[in-house]
């Protein structure tokens, strides 16, 4: 309860609630376009730039077992997701797929909202949890463009040509703004070193919060004007979208204990594992898979998912790290 109200009480998630409740009462509050866009970037890109600085410090063999794990742990989510939607949500193949690469890939935001109560709790965290991030960001997108690209193969009766142009896809997955700034952050920091980062730190770590809070201002408004769309993803969709989270927040913790992080690692990649893309997989989704309807899969994830992990989803897996480690 107080690692609870310790985050409901933090700007940054007040920020959000501010957004939610103005939204909801019909106020023309708005962070402009531009602006939003800009602390895009920059929460990006400091994400990137401080995992790059720490895997200067402590060097690429530490983080082999984690990146393996963590890539491992992205493919997976998608695997029994898509099953789940199909059987139990009786959801047809493109949707199912497209859900299931939304849950399998991560939120950055998410990540970032994990990383800003642990450091308000003061509790340290493996510095290349960026970088993992980062690494977590497309398997499943691919694999879910694979699971539609079967389901069309079963579904015809006559030789499929592909729909996919796969070159065009792949460039979009592995170079999309995301991936590009925080992978060229990370790189940008690494080279740079801890000279790099006293140069940068006025600019990427003091105001990382402040941006972060106006970033969950406008998500506030975003998830407020979803709320109208609750009733097209139905009941199950509303329960995938809180118990699935929980279900990976607690996998990703105990796959992060069992490959050595520590107690904010792992409680890290537990919010990754809980958290779902609603930039890069709905952009990607689009282009690949475009039968499926993404007014269902942006509003579990921007509608349920999200506020849910902000709220009560990154303390509950700090709390069952807490566990873990006192085992």
Not at 57 to 85: N, R
Not at 236 to 251: C, D, E, K, S
Request: charged fraction near 10%; proline fraction near 5%; charge should be neutral.
């Amino acid at each position: 309860m107080d690692l609870l109200l310790s985050n409901l009480l933090t700007p940054m998630v007040l920020c959000y609630v501010l957004g939610f409740t103005a939204g909801t009462l019909g106020s023309d509050l708005r962070v402009p376009k531009q602006f939003y866009e800009s602390i895009t970037i920059y929460l990006l890109f400091a994400i990137g730039f401080k995992g790059g600085v720490e895997i200067s410090q402590t060097g690429l063999i530490s983080m082999i077992l984690p990146a393996i794990a963590s890539i491992a742990l992205g493919l997976l989510i998608p695997l029994y997701c898509y099953p789940l939607l199909r059987r139990l949500g009786k959801l047809d193949r493109e949707n199912s797929a497209s859900i299931a690469a939304h849950y399998g890939s991560v939120s950055a935001v998410t990540f970032a909202a994990a990383l800003a109560m642990l450091d308000t709790l003061k509790i340290p965290y493996d510095g290349f949890m960026n970088a993992l991030l980062a690494l977590m960001e497309s398997p499943a997108i691919i694999l879910g463009v694979a699971l539609a690209g079967r389901a069309r193969h079963l579904e015809s009766t006559e030789e499929v040509t592909p729909t996919v142009d796969w070159p065009f896809f792949l460039r979009g997955a592995f170079l999309s703004k995301s991936v590009v700034l925080l992978i060229g952050g990370m790189l940008i920091g690494a080279l740079s070193g801890e000279n790099g980062y006293k140069t940068m730190e006025p600019l990427l770590v003091a105001p990382f919060k402040g941006a972060l809070s106006f970033f969950l201002l406008e998500l506030g408004v975003v998830a407020s004007e979803r709320l109208g769309d609750l009733k097209k993803v139905g009941f199950f969709l509303a329960g995938f979208g809180i118990l699935v989270p929980i279900v990976n927040g607690i996998l990703g913790v105990l796959v992060g204990w069992m490959v050595g992080l520590n107690l904010g690692g792992a409680t890290l990649l537990g919010a990754l594992a809980a958290s779902a893309s609603y930039i890069a997989a709905p952009a990607a989704m689009r282009v690949a898979v475009p039968k499926a309807n993404p007014a269902i899969s942006l509003t579990a994830v921007l509608a349920i998912t999200f506020p849910f992990n902000i709220t009560f989803g990154i303390p509950l897996y700090l709390s069952i790290a807490n566990w873990l480690f006192r085992t």
